[in-house]
């Protein structure tokens, strides 16, 4: 298996955030592999309030694991 995620740290919270969400996308693609099967459900939680919700939820875990990581993006003196 290749190494993607060679670190949690990032230069800003923007790029936190940017990594939070790329940490949700990959776990979808691993979850489901087949881009097919991906693609065909798309269009169904796309309308779903409910998924929607849950996928920003899953973001914001992710986020605050990449903010710890971070430790909150404090400058170290």
């Known amino acids: 298996m290749t190494?993607?995620?060679?670190?949690l740290r990032t230069?800003?919270?923007?790029?936190g955030y940017e990594l939070a969400v790329k940490l949700?996308?990959?776990a979808?693609?691993?979850t489901q592999p087949d881009a097919e099967v991906r693609e065909k459900l798309r269009p169904?939680?796309?309308?779903?309030?409910?998924?929607?919700?849950a996928?920003?939820?899953i973001v914001a875990t992710h986020f605050a694991t990449v903010a710890a990581a971070n430790d909150y993006w404090?400058?170290?003196t």
Request: hydrophobic share 40%; proline share 6%.
């Open 74 to 76: 404090k400058a170290t």
């Open 55 to 57: 996928s920003s939820q």
């Open 3 to 7: 190494t993607w995620l060679p670190t």
């Open 24 to 26: 949700s996308r990959v």
């Open 44 to 53: 169904v939680y796309a309308e779903d309030a409910d998924a929607l919700i």
């Open 11 to 15: 230069a800003t919270p923007q790029e």
């Open 28 to 30: 979808i693609k691993m």
